[in-house]
């Protein structure tokens, strides 16, 4: 069992590789009540156009399988997953994202048992045909709840200007065609092979007792049986440099244009070190932050204009295999928008002393994310997988300088920008 | 946990819960008057003029870089209403001075900031600056159009209306788009000033040094004069059993139904009511879950929610336009159900378990605790510890959620039905 004491943030994290390979990591919280516990494999919806060498046969999966399988995990064999949390008192969800599925539990007593059970549950899959037909009514409605979200319509419609050929494009949960091509088999062949242990990391964060958690999840993992992992082919995609389409709008009977403009980077090579690359991120949410951020010159002038309608939203937008700047607003003058961001991005025009304020600010939401045990597991996950210790981030942030950040906005010297925007449809009555 | 009540100067009562288990400290500040709907939309104006600029940071983007400055001082201003009292809120979180260098005073510089905003805004002219006055006014009217973009807000504000028919309090504290354009820089003053002869009641958690956060507040906060005795419990009236529809652009329907509900406003009561509601619909093991998304298929989320000032329960879904009828009778099935007692012991156990746990957890968080206190303030209550919750919910039987269960009547539904293509 590893421990790293982080003394300027005062936390701990233990950390052990279990026999069958699966990674633990507790981070204890010895005055709150509950527990998080975070089961997370590194499956999502890029991984979705796959081919498995499935019972000594070639399986190609749909796209929205990773999201599919994450609804139906749950129907555990000994009851579905939600009550048997819910008779401990505690509360379970899992969510999908681009690369990863995570499942998690939150309570105040049976910590062991939920941990138990997600340790079992995930590694189980009980479907059937039956229970695979049903569930795909359920995520059906899902997918329709989205099409009645304006942001959820603005981000895809983006990712479909930026990406030609990358599995980014698509929904996390695929399209209704897809979802009711899934069948048995590919979820089965899914989970034999991305939730396996050593695709897989648990996360504890919380009221617990390090020393005999550690002893129990050792003991009972030594339980499991030993399987061999499936070998899989990700479908090798060749994305051009350029962006997919320059511009395009759709509408939508909403009260206010609504503009996202994105610019697409190259991505990062993969044998770069992780902690190089956390870094960089770090500066680069930094720099959209001092140049199109709250406070920044440029949004303050805009919304003085009457340009736009609320702050602008800017942020990275990147991981395996794709780099993108992302920028929105809601709008009241659409080209005025979109000129005042071509105008700045890559611009050095905050000084010295916004870049200090900028860093308080890095540093006050790095400790406002210990606090809250559900973000702490998540954010921990995500860049566990990415191959980064998150509470090394305060050093980092620490250590980042102006000249680092001035030297980013050289990233933009290439400009390959798509923009996406949803008009005002008028209302019919 | 303990909360310690100082009523530090006539008309200002401190509510602070000192503890080491956060790394920030959570703080509201609450300006509380009796609703007049008169002044709500200048209230709502005032809470974003006051929010983006003052005399020393006259600009939004001032106040950003200084609130930057204070380690992301985050605050938010807005004004809620709980039937008749009207709250004018500054809720904040700072980091705690623990994490922080020695030298940077961040409780001196977080009051002193807070006082700028409030008692020093930006006027001109005996009024509030016209220019300033004019860009929130536009940029609140799209918002406020904004929220008819969401299907289910726009489905509960006409709920609203529905339920509250001509009820004196049915005004929503969002204004309209009319009474936005009505603000003027005059009127705006004219109600900041009524805003200052409110009472101020502030509610503190974190660590913290009490006698210097004393001094702090003394020297940068004072209350008027004005006491009032709002009424914070309404009867909401039962017309007739209705269903209300609308058509519009979304692709999918969304379900409102609203039942009336015995009495939830004691605190033996209100747990009873807390149980039924997760057994009835609150949680994902509920029988509304259960039955109308698991079963039938019909939804992806449904839920029911308590709003105990006005004894009501709302159920909410996004269904599918041809399961409109099929969901409307699942969903009294299941309150039929439960007040014949059918209401397996599972079901039970994990309602108890589920909300014993709530409880515990609401003291893992700042911001929980602050709401659990002022709901108790509401009803005159002590705050209870989560420990004492407990011990009360384990009092409550499968025979008081059916007794609750029987006194609940089915009263108006409202249909937003679907147009758009998929």
């Not at chain 1, 494999?41 to 999966?61: A, E």
């Not at chain 1, 609504?258 to 610019?263: R, T």
Request: with cysteine.
């Amino acid at each position: 069992m590893g421990k790293y004491y982080y003394h300027s943030i005062d936390e701990v994290v233990y950390s052990e590789t279990c026999s069958n390979g699966l990674q633990v990591f507790i981070i204890p919280k010895a005055n709150y009540n509950g527990v998080t516990a975070l089961m997370a494999t590194k499956f999502g919806s890029l991984q979705s156009k796959t081919t498995i060498d499935y019972q000594g046969h070639p399986l190609c999966i749909e796209r929205g399988v990773a999201h599919f399988l994450e609804h139906r995990i749950f129907d555990y064999k000994k009851g579905p997953v939600i009550d048997l949390y819910s008779a401990m008192g505690s509360y379970a969800n899992a969510f999908t994202s681009y690369d990863k599925t995570v499942f998690y539990f939150y309570g105040t007593k049976k910590i062991q048992t939920g941990i138990d059970l997600l340790l079992d549950f995930t590694r189980e899959l009980n479907v059937s045909k039956e229970s695979v037909e049903k569930e795909k009514e359920i995520i059906i409605n899902e997918l329709n709840m989205y099409l009645d979200q304006p942001e959820s319509v603005l981000l895809h419609g983006m990712l479909m200007n930026l990406y030609k050929n990358h599995e980014i494009r698509y929904d996390i949960g695929g399209t209704e065609q897809e979802v009711r091509a899934t069948s048995l088999e590919m979820l089965e062949a899914a989970h034999a092979t991305f939730y396996h242990p050593k695709n897989m990391a648990l996360i504890i964060v919380g009221n617990v007792n390090v020393t005999e958690c550690f002893h129990y999840i050792r003991e009972k993992v030594q339980t499991f049986p030993v399987v061999a992992q499936n070998k899989y082919q990700l479908e090798q995609i060749v994305e051009p440099n350029e962006v997919n389409c320059e511009y395009s709008s759709v509408e939508l009977p909403i009260a206010c244009q609504k503009v996202m403009i994105g610019y697409k980077h190259l991505p990062y090579p993969p044998t770069l070190d992780p902690k190089v690359r956390n870094k960089n991120e770090i500066i680069w949410s930094m720099y959209l932050e001092l140049v199109f951020g709250s406070s920044s010159k440029l949004n303050q002038k805009l919304l003085e204009k009457g340009v736009i309608v609320s702050p602008i939203d800017a942020s990275k937008f990147c991981g395996e295999n794709y780099s993108s700047t992302i920028i929105s607003a809601d709008v009241y003058n659409e080209e005025e928008f979109i000129k005042a961001i071509a105008e700045n991005i890559g611009t050095v025009n905050f000084s010295s002393v916004a870049f200090e304020r900028c860093k308080h600010a890095e540093i006050a939401a790095f400790i406002r994310n210990l606090e809250d045990v559900q973000g702490l597991a998540v954010n921990f996950v995500y860049n566990f997988f990415d191959g980064v210790i998150a509470l090394e981030d305060y050093d980092v942030i620490n250590s980042i300088t102006y000249e680092d950040v001035v030297k980013f906005a050289e990233l933009y010297k290439i400009k390959n920008r798509a923009i996406f925007t949803i008009k005002p449809k008028e209302q019919v009555k | 946990m303990q909360v310690k009540t100082i009523a530090l100067l006539p008309n200002l009562t401190l509510y602070l819960v000192p503890t080491e288990k956060f790394k920030t400290v959570e703080m509201n500040i609450i300006f509380k008057g009796k609703v007049d709907p008169k002044l709500d939309a200048d209230l709502m104006l005032l809470a974003e003029v006051l929010s983006d600029s003052c005399r020393r940071y006259p600009k939004k983007r001032e106040v950003e870089a200084y609130c930057d400055f204070l380690y992301r001082f985050s605050f938010r201003i807005n004004n809620e209403h709980q039937m008749e009292s009207d709250n004018f809120t500054l809720s904040c979180n700072f980091i705690s001075p623990r994490y922080l260098p020695d030298d940077f005073d961040i409780v001196d510089k977080v009051f002193e900031f807070i006082h700028e905003i409030i008692y020093r805004p930006l006027l001109k002219d005996g009024a509030f600056d016209s220019e300033v006055v004019k860009i929130q006014q536009q940029k609140t009217i799209t918002l406020v159009n904004q929220f008819n973009d969401s299907k289910e807000y726009y489905s509960l504000l006409h709920l609203n209306d529905y339920i509250n028919g001509e009820h004196p309090y049915k005004h929503s504290m969002i204004a309209s788009e009319e009474e936005l354009k009505k603000v003027t820089p005059q009127s705006l003053y004219a109600a900041y000033l009524k805003l200052l002869e409110r009472p101020i009641s502030i509610f503190i958690v974190g660590k913290f040094n009490e006698l210097h956060l004393n001094r702090m507040i003394i020297k940068h906060l004072r209350p008027g004069n004005e006491v009032t005795t709002p009424r914070l419990f309404v009867e909401l009236p039962y017309n007739k059993m209705a269903r209300y529809e609308v058509t519009k652009h979304f692709k999918q329907s969304q379900l409102s139904m609203v039942f009336l509900t015995p009495d939830i406003n004691t605190s033996r009561v209100d747990n009873v009511a807390l149980l039924f509601n997760y057994i009835f619909g609150s949680g994902s093991t509920s029988k509304l879950f259960k039955v109308v998304r698991e079963e039938h298929n019909y939804c992806y989320t449904i839920n029911s929610q308590l709003r105990t000032l006005s004894n009501s329960l709302v159920v909410s879904a996004g269904i599918d336009d041809k399961n409109y009828e099929d969901t409307i009778l699942l969903v009294y099935k299941q309150l039929d159900k439960m007040a014949k007692g059918e209401i397996s012991d599972e079901e039970f156990t994990a309602g108890v378990e589920s909300l014993k746990s709530q409880f515990m957890a609401s003291e893992d968080n700042g911001r929980s605790i602050i709401v659990s206190i002022m709901n108790n303030l509401v009803r005159d209550l002590p705050y209870l510890p989560p420990q004492e919750r407990v011990a009360e919910l384990e009092k409550i039987s499968k025979a008081d959620v059916v007794r609750f269960a029987k006194g609940v009547r089915f009263s108006y539904s409202f249909l937003l039905r679907q147009r758009g293509e998929k």
